[in-house]
């Protein structure tokens, strides 16, 4: 495939900014293969190879192109054919790959919105106070920190999108499809881990809410015996979010009296704060992979799962907590990548 030096010129420039041929293809530039023959060519020789031949104009000025980049960031959202509707009005007669080339110039490339939950302005003043707080904190002093969560386990309804690979008329076939319930049942259990590995795990019973009398019976139950295995007389901190069964003044009032001393205030909306979140999405790969059919199978593989996840794991999850400081306090108390 013979390739135009505009769309050359694109392509290394988003190799030379870190992208993979993958994601330069998810762009649909060119053809996969025709981008890695470029950035192969390009590492061999140093130069994108193109005669000074005559070719077609470029159609956008420079200025068109900063108009084209700030249309784009006013509404990440704005799709390629609404873009060069846009663009239309300013002068520029442009198809919608167009766009998108102009816009991989300046490393655009679409991708699907992260999930994260929305932040009030008094969440992100408490993140702030949070991180300034522990911005000195090194892995060691995290080390010493148990962190607590729940999350929900669901049959049939934890892989969302699947991807598989057919023959023409094999759509329907059993090994094709992804099980689906209208009301997938739902495990809720509460988990906690530090840097010497994973602690207890408990499963709640089936239609049981969190309260402040279930929390407490799983923190003399199961938090008690992690603290005394993984620490003994040790000085360790406890870790638990802001809600309202973990604040309740019988809960406050125990663990004084169990002398565990809390971390915290701990923001709201913060799961990226909280290295247990990617514990539970490790859990939830595992155990979906192994396809569960019913409750029982899912409870049971949910623990066995929890138990061989090793301290290695662990380690580096907690390893991670001053970068993730440093980057909520780069980012003003918005979110960070974790």
Known sequence: MVTC?????????????????????????APKSTIYRIIKNFKESGSIVVKKASGRPR?????????????QLRDRGTTSTELAQ???????????????????EDGLVSRRAAKKPLLSRKNIRDRLIFCKRYRDWTAEDWGKVIFSD????????????????RR???????????????????????????????????????????NKEWYQHILREQLLPTIQEQFGDEQCLFQHDGAPCHKAKV?????????????????????????????????KRRVDKQKPTNSDKLQALIMQEWAAISQDVAQK??????????????KKGQHCKY
């Open 5 to 29: 030096k505009e769309t050359r010129a694109v392509i290394i420039a988003l190799h030379k900014k870190g992208f993979t041929g993958k994601d330069i293809a998810a762009s649909k530039i």
């Open 59 to 71: 159609k956008s000025s420079k200025r068109q192109d900063r108009l084209l980049k700030l249309i």
């Open 86 to 104: 846009e663009w239309q009005q300013a002068g520029v007669s442009a198809s919608a790959r167009t766009v998108r080339r102009r816009l991989l």
């Open 150 to 165: 729940e999350s929900p386990f669901r049959l049939f309804g934890a892989s969302g999108k699947k991807l598989v690979r």
């Open 168 to 210: 023409q008329g094999e759509r329907y076939h059993q090994s094709c499809v992804m099980p689906t319930v209208k009301h997938p049942e739902t495990i809720h259990v509460w988990g906690c881990f530090s840097a010497k590995g994973v602690g207890s795990l408990t499963i709640l019973p089936k239609n049981t809410a969190m």
């Open 251 to 283: 809960i406050t009032k125990w663990l004084g009296e169990q002398n565990i001393d809390i971390l915290g205030p701990w923001p709201g909306n913060s799961p990226d704060l909280n290295p247990i979140e990617n514990l539970w999405s490790i859990l």
């Open 317 to 330: 999850l907690i390893d991670s907590m001053p970068g993730r400081i440093a980057e909520v306090l780069k």
